[in-house]
């Protein structure tokens, strides 16, 4: 079975561009999380979304947004990038929402910002 | 709100030695916890986790945690490493009754020698 795919691995952007990273979760999950993982810190939550309705917002700016497709794969886009925005960016997929629920990683995407 | 504090960003420790990696949390409202481990270049995977029940959690790979309400515990330890668990090693919390969105600490490095 295939886990938690994520595309591209790696991407170098510039200061002010924008970018779209996208998720595609284990057959049969129908919600996917995003979060970012800056260097030498643990992940922190973006977005949660289950049945392509958002359930869960963390502490972002507005540059970031997300959605979710029939298909229960999932995008997140950053606008206007800051060098702070450099981080991995890890997608989550689980069966269902709540805490009952494990939630399966993806390898990532790494995102540097220049 | 919720926080995860890891106390050790590093624990070096050599091979067949136990090992313990602290984690403390602080909440206002019940909590549930986890370990996940990262090896180099890949995503999360989920150790183990306190819903509910016997305090003392086995998990995967011989690792095993107990959770302690009183001191808001909940520490991980191996009774004899090996140098495959070489990773990072991250405590999470999620709140109960919430979407399963969680909070991370910041992760302890752990170094296995020969």
Redesign the interface.
Known sequence: DAG?TQSPTHLIKTRGQQVTLRCSPISGHKSV?W?QQVL??????IF?Y?EKEE??R?NFPDRFSARQFPNYSSELNVNALLLGDSALY?C?S?ST???????F????TRLTVV | AQS?T?LDSQVPVFEEAPVELRCNYSSSVSV?LFW?VQYP??????LL?Y?SGSTLVKGINGFEAEFNKSQTSFHLRKPSVHISDTAEY?C?V?M?G??????????TKLSVKP
């Open positions: 938690v999380s979060y030498g810190q643990g992940p922190q939550f949660q289950y359930r869960g963390g890890l989550a689980s929402t709540g805490v009952n629920t494990e939630a990683f993806g390898q990532g | 995860v890891q549930y996940y270049n890949q995503g999360l995977q989920l986790k819903l991250f999470a999620t109960r919430s979407q399963g969105n969680l909070i991370f600490g910041k992760g």
